[in-house]
């Protein structure tokens, strides 16, 4: 009998919380959330995606964080965007998710659409999620597979 492979996620996202970050992500964030953003700190996030990632593997889920340093000028994208590509010609992931850092504040656009057209190019078999704070990943990359984009 051939072993079942697990489905495999990466989430991308931010390596430190930085107060700007945390300014413009109020903007957007619903009020329950807002407790959780105004104490969020690198540790806390790194705990909340930790745990995240152990509910993902009871369910035969693996999730992968990478974490890039962010940045909007040219040299920033092009060593994000590198970091990126290179790690995703490494594995073959079934789920992207692009993290709620990256993608919700709006001076990050740049960065956003960078990253989007690189796991595009770079993971054309992968479906991509996004999150909308790090303690709903699971659920995003749970919807992700679940979700047949084809029909």
Excluded: C, W
């Excluded at 969020?40 to 693996?62: D, N």
């Excluded at 789920?95 to 001076?107: D, H, K, N, Q, Y």
Aim: proline share 5%.
């Amino acid at each position: 009998m051939a072993a079942v492979r697990k489905a495999r996620a990466l989430i991308i996202g931010l390596a430190k919380v930085e107060a700007f970050m945390k300014q413009e992500l109020e903007a957007v964030m619903p009020a329950e959330r807002q407790e959780f953003l105004r104490s969020l700190t690198t540790e806390k996030l790194q705990e909340a995606l930790a745990s995240e990632r152990s509910g993902l593997e009871k369910e035969g889920i693996a999730l992968e964080n990478l974490l890039i340093d962010g940045g909007n000028d040219p040299s920033a994208l092009q060593k994000n965007g590198d970091v990126v590509r290179e790690h995703l010609k490494k594995e073959r992931y079934d789920v992207v998710v692009i993290g709620a850092g990256v993608r919700l504040p709006p001076s990050n656009f740049p960065l956003l659409e960078y990253l989007t057209n690189i796991v595009h190019s770079h993971a054309p078999g992968a479906k991509i999620a996004y999150n909308t704070y790090p303690l709903d990943t699971a659920d995003a990359i749970r919807r992700a597979l679940a979700t047949n984009y084809l029909e």
